[in-house]
T-cell receptor, first 113, second 110 residues
Framework: NAGVMQNPRHLVRRRGQEARLRCSPM?????VYWYRQLPEEGLKFMVY????????ESGMPKERFSAEFPKEGPSILRIQQVVRGDSAAYFC???????????FGDGTRLSIL | GQNIDQPTEMTATEGAIVQINCTYQ??????LFWYQQHAGEAPTFLSY????GLEEKGRFSSFLSRSKGYSYLLLKELQMKDSASYLC???????????FGQGTTLQVKP
């Protein structure tokens, strides 16, 4: 039962380091979404990708954050020079098409020391 | 702007019925979704409404009125395992990105 797979589940980084979060979509899905959930807050959209294309990055911070979904391999959310405020749960979701329900992975909990 | 409102917390009794309301104001509308999220876990899909009316799926039903910008999730025969956060989300564009409300934390008591 291959759902959306995210790794690592937990990631600890020191301020200034880089964080790489991985997401493999559900089998047959080609649409990938990244969301961020800060403590006590709702999920916030970050970016929407299809294979080799960024479709909508309106929720991405302008600096330090980038995302990719290469032709082969998982989608990567990359955060450079992390700061304390980046501590959050990062969820990936996938769907078979833009108007179909999104299915979420278990998330990566990022902690910045 | 984009705004989705739902109550922060609700409490109900095991075996009872509870209705969780959601109102939304978005610049576009391509459907409304309800998700369930247990603490520390992934949101799981519950229901999808794009046309006005009631969608029933087992103990869970969801209603939509597009003219009023209003939806509700109805949970019947509540069980202790239904204690969770319930997230209302709107797809406001054809890219499929979801705009989430803050979530309603439901506590089911014996």
């Amino acid at each position: 039962n291959a759902g959306v797979m995210q790794n690592p589940r937990h990631l600890v980084r020191r301020r200034g380091q880089e964080a790489r979060l991985r997401c493999s979509p559900m089998k047959g899905h080609s649409h990938v979404y990244w969301y961020r959930q800060l403590p006590e807050e709702g999920l916030k959209f970050m970016v929407y990708l299809q294979k080799e294309n960024i479709i909508d990055e309106s929720g991405m911070p302008k600096e330090r954050f980038s995302a990719e979904f290469p032709k082969e391999g998982p989608s990567i959310l990359r955060i450079q020079q992390v700061v304390r405020g980046d501590s959050a749960a990062y969820f990936c979701a996938s769907s078979g098409a833009g108007d179909q329900p999104q299915h979420f992975g278990d998330g990566t909990r990022l902690s910045i020391l | 702007g984009q705004n989705i409102d739902q109550p922060t917390e609700m409490t109900a009794t095991e075996g009872a019925i509870v209705q969780i309301n959601c109102t939304y104001q978005t610049s576009g509308f391509n459907g409304l979704f309800w998700y369930q999220q247990h603490a520390g876990e992934a949101p799981t899909f519950l229901s999808y409404n794009v046309l006005d009316g009631l969608e029933e799926k087992g103990r869970f039903s969801s209603f939509l009125s597009r003219s009023k910008g209003y939806s509700y999730l109805l949970l019947k025969e509540l069980q202790m395992k239904d204690s969770a956060s319930y997230l209302c989300a709107v797809s406001g564009s054809n890219t499929g990105k979801l705009i989430f409300g803050q979530g309603t934390t439901l506590q089911v008591k014996p």
